[in-house]
T-cell receptor, first 109, second 115 residues
C-alpha cells in the first residue's frame, strides 16, 4: 500500500470556483503534513504545512484528520495562476518525506 | 543564483554509460537528498545525507551511488545507466532537526533520458 494516496485528477474548474483536494496516508506514525505545489516541468515548492487544528493562508485552507488519516486542501476563488499539480506530503521519522503522486488542477478562464 | 543548483539540466545517454548528476547549494543546510520523479509514481527517495560523513540509502537506491564531497555538494552517479532510469531527478536540501517542517528546497531538476 502506498504511503500517500491522492486522486490524480485532473480537476478542471472555472476561475472563481472553489475546489477541494483530498489525500490519505497509510502510516499512523506520520508526524507532519504538507501541501507542495509543482508547476509543469518545475521543482516542487512548499505551499503550506497542515496542522491538526486546520490552518488557512489566504484563499487556501488545509485540514488534517488524524483519526481518519486524511488531509485536505481547499482553494477558494480559483485563479488562473493556481493551475499546477498539488502534492500531498507526509513526514515520518527524521526528515523522511513521502510524496503523493499529485493532483493536477487546471483553472479555466 | 539559485539556492540549489543542479547540473546538467537535461541529458541523453546511452545504456551502459556512467553518468554523474551534480548538486550544489548555498543554503548552508546540512541535509541533502536525491529524488527521482516518474509519472504516476510521485517522488521517490534515492539517497540522503545528513552531513558530509553520513550517507543513507533511500527507497530505491539500487543502481545508484552518491558522493557528498562537501557540505554544499552532493552528487548522484549511475554506474551503468539503463532505460528504466529515465526520469526527472531532483536534489533537495533541508535544515537539521525538524527542518523538513520548514520545507525542502529543491533544485530545478535534471531530465535524464537513457536510450
Amino acid at each position: 500500500r502506498k504511503e500517500v494516496e491522492q486522486d490524480p485528477g485532473p480537476f478542471n474548474v472555472p476561475e472563481g470556483a472553489t475546489v477541494a483536494f483530498n489525500c490519505t496516508y497509510s502510516n499512523s506514525a506520520s508526524q507532519s503534513f504538507f501541501w507542495y505545489r509543482q508547476d509543469c516541468r518545475k521543482e516542487p515548492k512548499l505551499l503550506m504545512s497542515v496542522y491538526s487544528s486546520g490552518n488557512e493562508d489566504g484563499r487556501f485552507t488545509a485540514q488534517l484528520n488524524r483519526a481518519s488519516q486524511y488531509i485536505s486542501l481547499l482553494i477558494r476563488d480559483s485563479k488562473l495562476s493556481d493551475s499546477a499539480t498539488y502534492l500531498c506530503v507526509v513526514r515520518r521519522g527524521a526528515n523522511n518525506l513521502f510524496f503523493g503522486t499529485g493532483t493536477r488542477l487546471t483553472v479555466i478562464p | 543564483d539559485a539556492d540549489v543548483t543542479q547540473t546538467p539540466r537535461n541529458r541523453i545517454t546511452k545504456t551502459g554509460k556512467r553518468i554523474m548528476l551534480e548538486c550544489s547549494q548555498t543554503k548552508g543546510h546540512d541535509r541533502m537528498y536525491w529524488y527521482r520523479q516518474d509519472p504516476g509514481l510521485g517522488l521517490r527517495l534515492i539517497y540522503y545525507s545528513f552531513d558530509v560523513k553520513d550517507i543513507n540509502k533511500g527507497e530505491i537506491s539500487d543502481g545508484y551511488s552518491v558522493s557528498r564531497q562537501a557540505q554544499a555538494k552532493f552528487s548522484l552517479s549511475l554506474e551503468s545507466a539503463i532505460p528504466n532510469q529515465t526520469a526527472l531527478y531532483f536534489c533537495a536540501t533541508s535544515e537539521t532537526g525538524q527542518g523538513a517542517d520548514y520545507g525542502y528546497t529543491f533544485g530545478s531538476g535534471t531530465r535524464l533520458t537513457v536510450v
